[in-house]
């Protein structure tokens, strides 16, 4: 996938030796310790969950990361480049929280490890790199999520779309990972792993594109996205914005919160034809 959200193995590799570029590997801690790109940070974007998007939950997502990526010896200013095994959802997840808390500039490394794999100077290293903590100051950026109050507020009316990117059988109520099943009132459906092809890559902007205008989302809509606790959404989030959706927030509560919360609707679509 071309885009400025995303560079590919080559640019990292001309850009190893930028101080003001940094490297932050998304997959856990194991992973990291057999081997990642030279001078990566180890950042295990699934360590902390937030099931919880009232403005209490909303601030401690931000005061707890921003503590994480102040140990991660980042300031804001620098340019942090995400990656995994392939372009998924642990990346997605730690490029959202970066945006989110104001980082200046993020990209993801597309295809990841495997597109970088037999790229001279990417080879992959069992040795940290030094760095020291700095103050990490968040500039909350509100439009890259919406908390469940605001989502249950405008729930139906003009130009909001919301986007389910679980499992077909999540969506439809088949498999249930909460305490109730089915997806939320008049959301549209398209699992976020149709986003990525064989290679581990992102599918063409084109390609995505059409796919959602196939589910009647337009440019100008803005748009909701959500999963079960908030990586698959992420994923999509960029998938969409990369094939020119400009107004896509992560719903960061996620199924998780909408369906263990009683009072909160939920439907159970039907398969066509069922």
């Known amino acids: 996938m071309s885009n400025d959200i995303f560079v590919d193995p080559q640019w990292v590799a001309r850009h190893l030796a930028d101080e003001k570029v940094v490297l932050l590997d998304a997959r856990a801690g194991k ?35 921003a503590s994480v990526f102040s140990l991660l010896g980042l300031s804001g200013n620098e340019h942090v480049v995400v990656y995994e095994e392939r372009w998924d959802t642990r990346a997605a997840r730690a490029a959202w929280l970066l945006h ?10 597309d295809g990841g490890l495997r597109a970088a794999d037999g790229v001279a100077g990417l080879e992959r290293t069992a040795r940290a790199p030094a760095y020291a903590p700095r103050d990490y100051i968040p500039r ?28 077909a059988t999540e969506y439809f109520g088949e498999e249930r990972r909460a305490r ?7 959301a549209v459906h398209r699992d976020y792993a149709q986003n990525i092809d064989e290679a ?32 698959r ?40 034809g069922a």
């Open 31 to 65: 992973d990291y310790w057999a081997g990642h790109l030279p001078g990566a940070r180890p950042f295990d974007a699934n360590l902390l969950s937030h099931p919880e998007s009232t403005a209490a939950g909303l601030a401690s997502l931000v005061a707890q990361h």
């Open 100 to 109: 989110y808390l104001g980082q200046e500039r993020v990209s993801i490394l």
């Open 140 to 167: 909350v950026r509100e439009q890259w999520t919406i908390g469940v109050d605001e989502l249950k507020q405008r729930l139906g009316t003009p130009g909001l779309r919301v986007v389910d990117t679980r499992r």
């Open 180 to 186: 109730r099943a089915g997806a939320i009132p008049g």
């Open 200 to 231: 581990g890559l992102g599918r063409s902007a084109a390609d995505i594109r059409r796919a959602y205008e196939e589910l009647g989302l337009r440019p100008d809509d803005e748009i909701v996205v959500y999963c079960g606790g908030g990586a």
């Open 233 to 272: 959404a992420a994923h999509t989030l960029y998938a969409l914005r990369a094939a020119g959706y400009g107004n896509v927030r992560n719903y960061a509560g996620a199924w998780n919160e909408w369906a263990n919360r009683e009072e909160l609707p939920i439907e159970t679509p039907a398969r066509d």
